[in-house]
């Protein structure tokens, strides 16, 4: 059975937040050095800058558990669409750096929701055949959204718009998060949730929609789970039984961005500029890094399914660590320049095969519906986290040690990864999302 036309469509209206959480990322890697040279800022400001962003999606991710309970992940989705668009036009019409700082911060907020539960409505939607791949759209929007983005900072560079040129990339990304917002309007809501709420005619109604094979006898098994965990919408996800969930996510959401991803994407300009590459060259190369970000994303997302979470992590574990030591050696011997944008692409190719495909998907799954939107909440929140520190962090490591610091360390902690996934996670493909709770739920 193949997904029908209307699964579809609510699956990729439901990844279009990671299409705008991937154009965000390109948005500030293109702004930066021009926000930093118009308001003069310092090594840390400048860090700052960046992470601020981070800063408030840590927040929206922390928020959309609660939201996801109370509202369903449709509404919050619309919400966060909403605010969005709003914080965007702040951004891009910002008359100074704390008028900045605060658009960014409620920017990162509607981020911080739509990463949340947009993995949640497609995970909940999506029967177990196809869950990997449907709930993987969103990796591949995100991807999607980081070459586009990169694609728009290079052309909105070639136009030489002067000192309005950081402004127009902003606005730009504004059109993507319209679109969303719009097509929130015409897709239903979450069956699992409508079961948590009674909503019993909805749930399976929602069901028959997205052409599952046997919409009652799921719908049973809904019921089920959410009676034997007695599920209400206040259901604190912080309990002893669900520690094992808690510590999937919690690593998997920290090793994504220990693996130094975000910082290399949004320091692109910095990293590129260290090794003597031009800014309209470094513009060009990282487009050539997003456009491989996104085909390996799609070779992840066809074999997510056949060979599984797990295999997938462990194997670009190994290419990533390889890949971060070469980056690093480039930086500590000051030679070899030109094999840079080689290592790097090698890196994002392992990279987006396995980390990027994998962990939305994987942590959507490993919590029951109960609990699934603030668990969602705390995996996103830990990847959020993560990337605050390291977005701090990153420029003044640079300036006080050297550019290949950031990747000594990156490097020692995908080996680290390789060895937490190899001996603690479980895999998940292949099984309904009730199977994979009675599994990893631990009552004892």
């Not at 800058?49 to 309970?69: E, F, K, S, Y």
């Not at 709003?86 to 910002?94: D, E, P, S, V, Y």
Request: aromatic fraction near 10%; hydrophobic fraction near 50%.
């Amino acid at each position: 059975m193949r997904p029908n036309s209307k699964l579809i469509k609510s699956t990729l209206t439901g990844a279009l937040g990671g299409l705008i959480f991937g154009f965000d990322i390109a948005v500030i890697s293109g702004i930066i050095d021009s926000v930093v040279r118009l308001y003069g800022l310092s090594d840390y400001n400048k860090g700052l800058t960046v992470a601020v962003g981070p800063i408030g999606t840590v927040l929206g991710c922390l928020a959309a558990g609660v939201i996801g309970q109370r509202l369903g992940s449709r509404t919050g989705l619309r919400y966060a669409a909403a605010l969005y668009v709003l914080a965007g036009l702040g951004t891009a019409l910002a008359v100074s750096w704390p008028m900045l700082l605060a658009a960014r911060i409620f920017s990162g907020m509607g981020l911080g929701v739509a990463s949340v539960l947009g993995p949640v409505y497609i995970t909940e939607l999506s029967p177990a055949l196809w869950r990997g791949r449907l709930v993987g759209t969103f990796q591949i929007n995100v991807v999607g959204g980081i070459l586009i983005g990169y694609t728009s900072n290079y052309l909105v560079r070639l136009a030489h718009l002067g000192a309005m040129e950081w402004r127009v990339m902003v606005a730009v990304a504004v059109t993507p998060a319209l679109l969303f917002l719009i097509l929130l309007f015409r897709i239903p809501g979450s069956p699992r949730w409508s079961a948590s709420r009674n909503q019993i005619d909805e749930a399976l109604a929602v069901l028959r929609q997205m052409g599952a094979p046997d919409p009652k006898a799921e719908l049973a098994e809904i019921q089920s789970a959410l009676q034997s965990e007695h599920a209400t919408a206040h259901e604190p996800v912080f309990q002893w039984k669900y520690r094992y969930p808690l510590f999937l996510a919690i690593t998997i959401g920290a090793f994504n961005q220990l693996a130094g991803i975000n910082a290399i994407f949004y320091y692109m300009h910095t990293i590129f500029a260290a090794a003597g590459f031009s800014q309209l060259s470094g513009d060009l190369q990282a487009v050539v890094i997003g456009a491989t970000n996104f085909i390996f994303t799609l070779v992840g997302m066809s074999v997510i399914d056949h060979f599984g979470r797990k295999s997938l992590l462990i194997v670009g574990a190994i290419g990533t660590t390889i890949c971060l030591s070469g980056v690093a050696w480039v930086f500590m011997t000051n030679g070899h320049q030109a094999a840079l944008l080689g290592l790097l692409v090698v890196y994002i190719a392992f990279f987006a095969l396995s980390q990027g495909a994998v962990i939305w998907v994987y942590i959507g799954e490993v919590f029951p519906t109960s609990v699934r939107s603030k668990g969602q909440g705390i995996g996103s929140a830990s990847h959020w986290i993560t990337l605050t520190i390291i977005s701090l962090a990153f420029p003044v490591l640079v300036h006080k040690f050297s550019a290949g610091a950031p990747f000594v360390f990156f490097a020692a902690m995908t080996m680290v990864q390789l060895v937490v996934v190899l001996f603690t996670y479980p895999e998940t493909k292949g099984q309904t999302l009730e199977a994979l709770q009675r599994r990893l739920v631990r009552a004892e």
